[in-house]
């Protein structure tokens, strides 16, 4: 006779990537209880989180202090069964898929938060008898040195919704269904909720990176100054066409209020320089491939030119590694 199953107490979570999300999300799984793992980019910050925790500001300026189980740079602790990969799309290597598949049990959970698309059936591929679900946060969060974190815009974790009895999440205590993940996650104050129309919450966003990216990184300027030039404007709209005819012949669904949102966007992050900003000002590589060269890649699918998206490429290429990146 079969035995009833046990509600699973909780699982446990390793945050790859100690960047500004990276450290909001462990840092509300940590307070809530939930057995949590960070990994950090350098020995200095694992150090750093390992002794004294993450610093966690909220919007309205109250402070906490949240210690996960362990931070450390790569090495597994025990095996874990929700990895949540918030490193950009550069990070994502042979050496650190191979780290990470030591780091879960089999049937582990792996979400991955980065922008840009291109990157899921490799990763699917390279990750037999993982469930990789595509995810996508509206989460503001700003990174205040090596372990504080301030969360600058309360939103959403938008999860793929991958379930199906014939592939359950394994956990410790037996089977887990993304449902009972998503309690978990609620519990710890993270708003997730699981979508089956990923794609279209994957190209609304996209069609946002895709604009505001690449032109903040090559002006140098914060989002909210974005519009306010003209020919930053004029280039605004002309990229905003351009994506939205590849990602609407794809199955983007809306119209119109997409050129709105992108301004309310704009506003509501003026005060932000954007990941790619950000990435050039550090010399490192942006995902400007995943981003722009996710359209001009979709694009080529069905015969269409995306010539400024190609451009965007060649020029955002041009600025990586450029000792101080643009001036403001
Ligand atoms: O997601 C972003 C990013 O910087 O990558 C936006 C929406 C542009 C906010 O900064």
């Not at 509600?7 to 939930?34: H, K």
């Not at 404007?233 to 994506?243: D, I």
């Given at each position: 006779?079969?035995?009833?199953?046990q509600?699973?107490?909780?699982?446990r979570f390793?945050?790859?990537?100690?960047?500004?999300?990276?450290?909001?999300y462990?840092?509300?799984?940590?307070a809530a209880?939930l057995?949590?793992?960070?990994?950090a980019?350098?020995?200095?910050?694992?150090?750093?989180?390992?002794?004294?925790?993450?610093?966690?500001?909220?919007?309205?300026g109250?402070?906490e202090?949240?210690?996960?189980?362990?931070?450390?740079?790569?090495?597994?602790?025990a095996?874990?069964?929700v990895?949540?990969?918030?490193?950009?799309?550069?990070?994502i290597d042979?050496?650190?898929?191979?780290?990470?598949?030591?780091?879960?049990r089999?049937?582990?959970?792996?979400?991955?938060?980065?922008?840009?698309?291109?990157?899921m059936?490799?990763?699917?591929?390279?990750m037999?008898?993982w469930?990789?679900?595509a995810?996508?946060?509206?989460?503001?969060?700003?990174?205040?040195?090596?372990r504080?974190?301030?969360?600058?815009?309360?939103?959403?974790?938008?999860?793929?919704?991958?379930?199906?009895?014939?592939?359950?999440?394994?956990?410790?205590?037996?089977?887990?269904?993304?449902?009972?993940?998503?309690?978990?996650l609620?519990?710890?104050?993270?708003?997730a909720?699981?979508?089956?129309?990923?794609?279209?919450?994957?190209?609304?966003?996209?069609?946002?990176?895709?604009?505001?990216?690449p032109?903040?990184?090559?002006?140098?300027?914060k989002?909210?100054?974005?519009?306010?030039?003209?020919?930053?404007?004029?280039?605004?709209?002309?990229?905003?066409?351009?994506?939205?005819?590849?990602?609407?012949?794809?199955?983007?669904?809306?119209?119109?209020?997409a050129w709105?949102?992108?301004?309310?966007v704009?506003?509501?992050?003026?005060?932000?320089?954007s990941?790619?900003?950000?990435?050039?000002?550090?010399?490192?590589?942006?995902?400007v491939?995943?981003?722009?060269?996710?359209?001009?890649?979709?694009?080529?699918?069905?015969?269409?030119?995306?010539?400024l998206?190609?451009?965007?490429v060649?020029?955002?290429?041009?600025?990586?590694?450029?000792?101080?990146?643009?001036s403001?």
């Amino acid at each position: 006779m079969s035995q009833p199953r046990q509600a699973p107490r909780s699982s446990r979570f390793v945050v790859v990537g100690a960047g500004a999300i990276g450290m909001l999300y462990a840092a509300r799984l940590a307070a809530a209880g939930l057995e949590t793992e960070l990994w950090a980019r350098s020995r200095a910050q694992a150090a750093q989180l390992d002794a004294r925790g993450i610093e966690l500001i909220d919007r309205e300026g109250s402070r906490e202090i949240a210690i996960p189980a362990r931070a450390a740079t790569d090495a597994p602790g025990a095996p874990a069964d929700v990895v949540l990969l918030t490193v950009k799309q550069p990070d994502i290597d042979d050496a650190l898929i191979s780290t990470v598949m030591r780091a879960g049990r089999p049937g582990a959970l792996l979400l991955c938060l980065q922008n840009g698309i291109g990157h899921m059936p490799g990763l699917r591929a390279a990750m037999p008898g993982w469930r990789a679900a595509a995810v996508v946060t509206t989460d503001g969060a700003l990174r205040l040195g090596g372990r504080a974190v301030r969360h600058t815009g309360t939103g959403r974790l938008w999860i793929e919704d991958t379930d199906g009895l014939e592939c359950p999440i394994r956990i410790r205590e037996g089977d887990m269904t993304q449902k009972m993940l998503v309690r978990q996650l609620k519990n710890a104050g993270i708003d997730a909720v699981l979508s089956k129309k990923m794609k279209d919450r994957i190209y609304q966003k996209l069609l946002l990176n895709a604009v505001i990216n690449p032109l903040t990184a090559l002006y140098g300027v914060k989002n909210g100054r974005l519009p306010d030039d003209p020919a930053r404007a004029l280039l605004m709209r002309r990229l905003h066409e351009e994506a939205f005819l590849v990602l609407h012949t794809d199955g983007m669904s809306g119209g119109e209020e997409a050129w709105a949102r992108l301004h309310e966007v704009c506003r509501a992050t003026a005060d932000n320089e954007s990941s790619m900003l950000q990435d050039i000002r550090r010399g490192r590589r942006t995902e400007v491939d995943w981003i722009n060269g996710g359209i001009v890649a979709l694009a080529r699918q069905y015969g269409l030119a995306a010539p400024l998206h190609e451009a965007m490429v060649t020029l955002v290429r041009t600025l990586e590694g450029a000792a101080d990146g643009p001036s403001t």
